[in-house]
């Protein structure tokens, strides 16, 4: 046995680009996207990957080099995440909503040798360009032009300056017979993919082709995607490149349905239009699609993978009411999708509603390719109990996390321990049948006269009232205790009376301990979120720490 080892043979590196080419064998004529007025079939997809990945390489794009796209999700947006790493360079993909300044610190930060620019966020990457030092080279531009959006005189004007062409032109002129550059290693780098923002320092990314491959295979099991599904991209491909689903559909030959911004009335319609079967989204989504006006249910159960940010009950038991089928799933950018999910048993089909919903408001379980997950304590190292009240921090071990942060050694060594454990930064329970749940972000928790308390289950009863819409919970400055619980909140639309700050805390007071009332409720039109949903509570924090501390007497009321 000893004799036997790796050898070419046996160890070819795992890549999820090989998915695309086996989709235009089996599945050629079927329908890969369809945007608007335009379909194409994945023999089409296939061939235009290549030709893109040929005029990529004749160019100078090459091993190594990172290669960015400021994109919504339209068949470029798709067909990047194969072209570019078939150059066998490293796709990046920018958060849209991110400002000039950001943009322009990451792409200097990565070095970006070409950005992919659609047509509607010209102005913002020129921009974005404007603020680079003088010595940082400049990456070079290619024009996305898209149909669906208004020309406007000022992105002419940049289109003739500064872009070395178009996306059709590159793959008008490349070669549908090149033969694409397969990683030499598993290990080579496929993706640089920056945080998406709920702290106001991004990170950058670096996933290789082996944990891409991994987390793509392990989430079609996972929420049990057949083949030929067809998938509604509600979510984001710049977060995670689509939580791996832009290399999963691939697999299974299914259809993607292309939108370029979310909208509710738009999904309900293309959901019947196309027969759609598959969607993700944050909580941000379910919560939209619930509140959507004129809805019906669906004719058929449409599958939800919902992650990102603990989903409130009642969220739940709106959205399943409607006829959608919820998965609630957890991850982060640094493991390349869900890598927890609340795997569902049958028995808890015969529980109430309420029950049901509450049981799948947790996070679940590891994946099938998640060797590991525990909850430990935030001093000791050690397992909390698991009696789903013990608070301690989330740490994986995990088949498809990061291979590090760019550019930062530090905080790779530190996220991860010599024992294989990756340290989430998230705070958690375990519950006595072995399934996880988030309690907060480790930075989030209140410390409020020695007391730590949770802001999600704050949150969790004030989305119960039915005159919220959104709800986020953060510390404020207290004169006695330390910190109270602050809500920011804002209301659902066609109100006839709207309640007040008052009544916001006397509803908390019969549902909640007194110490973990919020003491200030603060009203919003809408709550500051990323493009993928998660409401950004370091805003939030912000605005309340300017706020002046609280007085009171030092009774807890």
């Known amino acids: 046995m000893e004799e036997l080892k ?41 061939r235009r990957c290549l030709q893109l990945a040929s005029s990529l390489s004749s160019i100078g794009i090459q091993r190594g080099h990172v290669v960015s796209v400021i994109s919504p999700n339209t068949p470029p947006m798709y067909e990047l995440h194969f072209a570019v790493p078939m150059t066998g360079a490293i796709l990046n993909t920018i958060n849209t909503r991110l400002d000039a300044r950001t943009i322009s610190i990451l792409l200097c930060h990565s070095e970006s040798k070409l950005i992919f620019v659609d047509q509607a966020f010209c102005n913002l990457i020129h921009n974005s360009l404007d603020l680079f030092p003088p010595e940082i080279n400049r990456p070079m531009l290619v024009l996305i032009a898209d149909d669906a959006v208004a020309e406007e005189s000022s992105s002419s004007v940049l289109i003739e300056g500064n872009f070395v062409g178009s996306y059709e032109e590159m793959i008008r002129k490349g070669d549908s017979e ?73 697999a299974v030959g299914g259809t993607n349905i292309c939108i370029r911004k979310f909208d ?41 993978l919902t992650a990102g940010a603990p989903v409130p009950a009642t969220i739940l038991l709106r959205i399943e009411s409607l006829g959608f089928d919820v998965t609630h799933g957890y991850g982060l950018t640094e493991t390349g999708g869900t890598v927890v999910c609340c795997s569902w048993k049958a028995e808890w089909n015969q529980l109430p509603a309420v029950e049901r919903a509450r049981l799948k408001s947790r ?21 909390v109990a698991r009696d789903g009240v ?51 972000r480790s930075k989030d928790v209140i410390i409020s006269g020695g007391e730590n308390l949770s802001s999600v289950e704050v949150e969790s009863i004030l989305y119960t009232n039915p005159s919220v819409n959104e709800a986020a919970v953060v510390a404020r400055p207290d004169e006695f205790w330390g910190e109270t619980p602050c809500a920011f909140v804002s209301l659902r639309e066609g109100l006839t ?41 370091y805003l939030l924090r912000e605005m309340a720490m300017s706020m002046d501390p609280t007085k009171r007497s030092s009774k807890k009321n």
């Open 6 to 46: 790796p050898r070419p043979a046996n160890s070819s590196p795992l890549t999820p680009l090989g998915f695309l080419e086996r989709a235009a064998t089996i599945y050629g004529d079927s329908a890969s996207i369809i945007y608007g007025h335009t379909t194409y079939t994945w023999s089409h997809t296939h």
């Open 178 to 250: 090149f033969q694409w550059i397969r990683p030499a290693s598993e290990w080579d780098p496929i993706v640089l993919n920056y945080t998406s923002g709920t702290t106001s320092s991004p990170k950058g990314v670096v996933h290789c082709h082996r944990g891409s491959f991994i987390v793509t295979l392990d989430m079609l099991l996972e929420w049990g995607v057949p083949k030929q599904s067809v998938y509604l991209w509600t979510l984001p491909m710049f977060h995670a490149n689509g939580w791996s689903f832009s290399w999963g559909i691939a």
């Open 264 to 304: 509710s009335a738009l999904v309900y319609s293309l959901i019947r239009r196309h027969h759609v079967t598959h969607l993700c989204g944050a909580p941000v989504v379910l919560n939209m699609l619930t509140n959507s006006p004129n809805i019906r249910p669906l004719d058929w159960p449409v599958k939800i």
């Open 363 to 383: 996070q679940g379980v590891r994946t099938v390719a998640t060797p590991a997950v525990n909850v430990v304590d935030l001093e000791t190292g050690k397992s």
């Open 390 to 440: 013990s608070i301690g921090e989330i740490v994986l071990r995990v088949g498809s996390l990061m291979l590090g942060y760019f550019k930062d050694l530090e905080a790779t060594v530190k996220s991860m321990t010599e024992e294989g454990w990756f340290f989430t930064g998230d705070v958690g329970v375990m519950h006595p049948d072995g399934y996880l749940e988030i309690k907060d």
């Open 497 to 537: 009376q709207k309640p007040t700050e008052e009544e916001i805390i006397e509803f908390c007071k019969r549902k909640l301990p007194r110490f973990m009332v919020p003491k200030t409720v603060v009203f919003m039109t809408e709550l500051p979120k990323t493009s993928t949903g998660k409401i950004q509570k």
